[in-house]
C-alpha cells in the first residue's frame, strides 16, 4: 500500500493544490489528519484512492472516469449510506488480540465515513478500558432493566451509549463491567431463550448505524452465544500458535452449534485476523494450517497483521493505531490488512444494496 501527502498525491494526480486540500475538507476525498504543534500532516493511502473511484464510477457510471476527472466535479454524496451490518468478534482462546482488532475495525470503519458502534459483551470489559468509556450505564444497566420490562426502551439503550471523539472519527460504545458477568447467569437460570436478548436490542438501535460490531468473551457461554445468534458476520483473531488455533477450531464449532440449535443458517464466518504474525518457520507452519482451516471452513478471507510494537504502544496510550503519533505512515502499514477489510466489506454491502 502506497502512502500520500499532499505534495507526492498533487504531483501523481496533476490536479492543483487547492482542489486537493478542499475535498480534503470535504471528506470527500478522505485522509488520515495528525495534528503537530506546528502544522498539520495529511496521509492518503492508495487503498483509500481505490474505494473512492469505485464509488465514483458508480456515481456516474462511468467506468474509465479517472480520480483527477472525479476530483474536477463538485458532488458531495458520493458515499452511500448502507444497510446496517452486525459483526462479532470472537475466539474461543484469550490472548488472540480481539479487542485490539475490535476497536481499530471499528475506528477503520469510522475513517469510511461509517457511523460505528462497539457492543463490549466481555465482563472484562477490554474494549471499554481501551476507549476509555467506564459509564453506569452500561451493558449491565440495560439487562438489568430488561429483567425488569421484560423489553428494551430505545432512549434507555441510548443513555448506555457513549461516544469517543477522535481527530479522524467517532465511535459509539455500550460499555461493559465486571457485574455483566452476574447478569448473565441470571438471565441463562431465570429467562426462556436468553440467546435472544441482544437480538432484541438491537432491534431497538441496530438502523441508526450501519456498522456494529460485538467484542465477546474469549470463551463459550451465553454472551458469546447471544452475539452469534444476533450477528450478520464473525470475524476470528488468531494467532500463528498450536493454542490460538484450538481456540479458532472451537469458535467454529460453537458457531455450527449455534446455526443448528437456534436456526440461525446463514452466519457469515466472514474473516481470520492471523495477529503477531511472525516470519518463523514455526509461525509459517501455523499460518499454513489456518489457512487450511479457512479452506475448509469457506472462510475467504484471511489477513496476516505483522508483529509491531507500535500496536502495544497504542493500546498503552488507549489510542486506535491510527490516531498514534505523528508517523502515521508507519502506523497505515500496519492497519493495512485492517483497512483493507473495512473498504471490501463496505463495497460487498453496497453490491448487495
Known amino acids: 500500500m502506497e502512502i500520500y501527502n499532499v505534495t507526492s498525491l498533487q504531483e501523481l494526480l496533476k490536479i492543483k493544490r487547492a482542489t486537493l486540500f478542499e475535498k480534503i475538507d470535504e471528506n470527500i476525498l478522505l485522509s488520515i489528519k495528525k495534528k503537530l504543534k506546528t502544522k498539520t500532516k495529511v496521509y492518503i493511502p492508495s487503498i483509500f484512492l481505490e474505494y473512492l473511484q469505485y464509488h465514483a464510477k458508480?456515481?456516474?457510471?462511468?467506468?474509465?472516469?479517472?480520480?483527477?476527472?472525479?476530483?474536477?466535479?463538485?458532488?458531495?454524496?458520493?458515499?452511500?449510506?448502507?444497510?446496517?451490518?452486525?459483526?462479532?468478534?470472537?475466539n474461543i482462546k484469550g490472548g488472540v488480540g480481539k479487542t485490539i482488532l475490535s476497536v481499530n475495525l471499528a475506528h477503520s470503519f469510522a475513517l469510511l465515513k461509517k457511523k460505528v458502534l462497539i457492543i463490549d459483551l466481555d465482563p472484562q470489559a477490554n474494549s471499554t478500558d481501551y476507549l476509555q468509556s467506564r459509564n453506569e450505564k452500561n451493558i449491565k444497566s440495560l439487562m438489568d432493566y430488561y429483567f425488569e420490562h421484560k423489553k428494551f426502551n430505545k432512549e434507555i439503550i441510548k443513555e448506555a451509549i457513549s461516544t469517543i471523539t477522535y481527530e479522524n472519527g467517532n465511535i459509539d460504545i455500550i460499555p461493559s463491567e465486571i457485574m455483566f458477568a452476574r447478569s448473565l447467569e441470571y438471565a441463562r437460570v431465570m429467562l426462556d431463550n436468553p440467546h435472544r436478548i441482544l437480538h432484541k436490542l438491537l432491534k431497538e438501535i441496530k438502523n441508526e448505524y450501519e456498522v456494529i460490531i460485538i467484542d465477546t468473551p474469549p470463551s463459550p457461554g451465553l454472551a458469546q452465544q447471544m452475539a452469534l445468534y444476533a450477528t450478520d458476520k464473525i470475524i476470528i483473531p488468531t494467532l500463528p500458535d498450536e493454542f490460538s488455533i484450538d481456540g479458532l477450531l472451537d469458535l467454529i464449532k460453537e458457531v455450527n452449534y449455534v446455526k443448528d440449535e437456534f436456526d440461525k443458517p446463514n452466519i457469515d464466518l466472514s474473516a481470520i485476523f492471523i495477529n503477531k504474525?511472525?516470519?518463523?518457520?514455526?509461525?509459517?507452519?501455523?499460518?499454513?494450517?489456518?489457512?487450511?482451516?479457512?479452506?475448509?471452513?469457506?472462510?475467504?478471507?484471511?489477513?496476516?497483521?505483522?508483529?509491531?510494537?507500535?500496536?502495544?504502544?497504542?493500546?498503552?496510550?488507549?489510542?486506535?493505531?491510527?490516531?498514534?503519533?505523528?508517523?502515521?505512515?508507519?502506523?497505515?502499514?500496519?492497519?493495512?490488512?485492517?483497512?483493507?477489510?473495512?473498504?471490501?466489506?463496505?463495497?460487498?454491502?453496497?453490491?448487495?444494496?
Open 58 to 90: 458508480n456515481f456516474f457510471q462511468d467506468e474509465e472516469m479517472t480520480l483527477k476527472e472525479y476530483l474536477s466535479k463538485s458532488t458531495s454524496d458520493i458515499y452511500p449510506t448502507l444497510q446496517p451490518t452486525i459483526y462479532t468478534n470472537a
Open 277 to 353: 504474525a511472525k516470519i518463523t518457520n514455526i509461525a509459517k507452519a501455523n499460518i499454513d494450517m489456518i489457512e487450511q482451516i479457512a479452506n475448509q471452513a469457506n472462510i475467504e478471507n484471511v489477513y496476516k497483521i505483522p508483529d509491531n510494537s507500535r500496536i502495544l504502544e497504542a493500546v498503552n496510550l488507549k489510542l486506535p493505531l491510527l490516531e498514534y503519533k505523528p508517523e502515521l505512515d508507519v502506523n497505515l502499514k500496519g492497519s493495512e490488512a485492517i483497512l483493507e477489510y473495512a473498504c471490501l466489506e463496505i463495497i460487498k454491502n453496497c453490491t448487495e444494496q
